[in-house]
């Protein structure tokens, strides 16, 4: 949650027991003749599940294969270009005031598949699947425990889309009014709150580095359909002019071609930000030839 001081955007983790009814797991339906596996007599831990080679992809379109490390407390991810990197992280009580904690790790492949969708897409969110453990003071676990199994996942922490921009006009001189449009990007973070630059600046606190647009990956439905943007006809990208006020830059339309009819232009963007990159496309409508 965003603070003016005190808060470490990159301590990207939750004590788990913080999302449970009460603060605890409570195992029940344990016959009363096994006094040494009452709840009260029992450890609980966290481990995560293994994923069994699920196959995840990432910002990148890179593909991930997904396992666990030997005592299943780290969530791995390997690729055709590196194997078995961290994802996720369990600490365990011991180390962490009484409590298992569970942790993103700062590292690329952990943003490229923390980056693939946001919290209105929960579905294809990075998901770790988490077994509640139990020993009891003779160091024996429980067996044929059910319903101790459960999801955890880690919510990109903003989300950026294209804000409703003014339309281009075609046929107007370059520099004219319809010819250049403000970028306009709208921003909320992982609780669905818009960006604000005040109390606290919220570009600055979720380290908001650099908008790109790929203006040369340009498509257009001139034809009817999108297709790579026509010769004589192009759109410019002024880059940021400040990211921390909310000022995304300026796109100019140039046309050299025939008069056209209306049709729209589609460009990808990139967001990059302090945990990683969020793409995205924004569609810029042009207006028919001004006569």
């Known amino acids: 949650v965003p603070a003016a001081t005190g808060h470490n955007i990159m301590n990207f983790n939750k004590f788990i027991l913080e999302t449970f009814n009460g603060h605890d797991v409570t195992i029940s339906e344990i016959p009363a003749v096994y006094t040494d596996f009452a709840d009260t007599k029992l450890t609980k831990t966290f481990r995560f599940v293994d994923p069994k080679g699920a196959k995840l992809t990432g ?169 790579p943007i026509p010769a004589g006809m192009k759109v410019e990208y002024s880059g940021v002019e400040d990211i921390s006020a909310g000022k995304f830059g300026k796109l100019t339309y140039i046309n050299n071609k025939a008069e056209v009819g209306e049709f729209d232009i589609k460009l990808p963007v990139a967001v990059e930000y302090a945990w990683g990159t969020v793409e995205f496309d924004i569609v810029c409508h042009v207006a028919k030839t001004v006569k």
């Open 59 to 227: 910002v990148s379109k890179t593909v991930y294969t997904m396992s666990v490390n030997a005592d299943r407390t780290q969530l791995l991810a390997s690729s055709e270009a590196v194997a078995n990197t961290v994802v996720a992280t369990i600490k365990d009580a011991a180390n962490n005031d009484g409590e298992d904690l569970i942790q993103l790790e700062d590292n690329s492949v952990a943003k490229d598949l923390l980056n693939v969708a946001g919290r209105d897409d929960l579905a294809n969110n990075l998901t770790a699947r988490l077994s509640v453990e139990t020993l009891n003071g003779c160091g024996k676990s429980l067996n044929e425990v059910t319903n101790n199994e459960f999801d955890v996942k880690f919510l990109r922490p903003i989300t950026v889309k294209a804000d409703k921009m003014d339309n281009f006009k075609d046929g107007v001189d370059v520099g004219a009014e319809g010819s250049v449009i403000d970028v306009k990007l709208a921003f909320t973070d992982w609780r669905n709150y818009a960006f604000v630059t005040t109390p606290i600046n919220y570009y600055t606190y979720y380290g908001v580095k650099s908008i790109t647009i790929d203006t040369d990956k340009a498509q257009t439905t001139v034809n009817g359909k999108y297709e």
